[in-house]
């Protein structure tokens, strides 16, 4: 069965410094795999998605998260906080054939000034 | 441009009441999920539906029923809410490229 572990519940960056955001998988097949961004009281956002074309993935406000086949990773990074992004992440796999999506636990990210 | 759109978005239950959430979508989306979140555990699938008329059960269906009468909608109800039912709950479509679209939520407490 696919699933998807996030490391960390909450993570403090300070503004301006790195992001990352741990999400490991499970899965015999290389799968879909996805970051998705919620902000207070809204519904999920989709940030970035991997589909095999390529390892590093780009997603919406400069955030990006590379395919690690051998580590079955997919950490989401940014190179430097913003206080806009305070929210939670959370990460997700899709397999081939199937049309469920298996979320992560997430993660909460709060930006310090 | 609406989306995805749930109603309603609060509401308060007295345990054994019975309820339905709606959940409609305007981008013609074959597949449709409800999900619930609860703090420390993610979203996790209740029952979803690949097409008009059809329906499957995710990861956590006991305690609900749905429906897909038509496209467009996806019902999720509650014949005797429990407690352990109090959630934020999350109806999605699937686009192109596996994108989902989700709702805003719904806020649901069981007393």
């Known amino acids: 069965a696919q699933s998807v572990t996030q490391l960390g519940s909450h993570v403090s960056v300070s503004e301006g410094a790195l992001v990352l955001l741990r999400c490991n998988y499970s899965?015999?097949?290389?799968?879909?795999l996805f970051w998705y961004v919620q902000y207070p009281n809204q519904g999920l956002q989709l940030l970035l998605k991997?589909?095999?074309?390529?390892?590093l993935v780009k997603g919406i406000n400069g955030f990006e998260a590379e395919f690690k086949k051998s580590e079955t990773s997919f950490h989401l990074t940014k190179p430097s906080a913003h206080m806009s992004d305070a929210a939670e992440y959370f990460c997700?796999?899709?397999?081939?054939?199937?049309?469920?999506?298996?979320f992560g636990t997430g993660t909460r990210l709060k930006v310090l000034a | 441009n609406a989306g995805v759109t749930q109603t309603p978005k609060f509401r308060v239950l007295k345990t054994g009441q019975s309820m339905t959430l709606l959940c409609a979508q305007d981008?013609?989306?074959?597949?449709m999920y409800w999900y619930r979140q609860d703090p420390g555990m993610g979203l996790r699938l209740i029952h979803y539906?690949?097409?008009?008329?059809?329906?499957a059960k995710g990861e956590v269906p006991d305690g609900y029923n749905v429906s897909r009468l038509k496209k467009q909608n996806f019902l999720l109800g509650l014949e005797s809410a429990a407690p352990s039912q109090t959630s934020v709950y999350f109806c999605?479509?699937?686009?192109?490229?596996?994108?989902?679209?989700f709702g805003s939520g719904t806020q649901l407490s069981v007393l």
């Open positions: 991997y589909t095999s074309a390529a390892t």
């Open positions: 899965s015999s097949v290389p799968p879909y």
């Open positions: 539906s690949v097409g008009e008329g059809t329906t």
């Open positions: 997700a796999v899709s397999g081939l054939g199937t049309y469920k999506y298996i």
């Open positions: 981008m013609n989306h074959e597949y």
């Open positions: 999605a479509s699937r686009g192109e490229n596996e994108k989902l679209f």
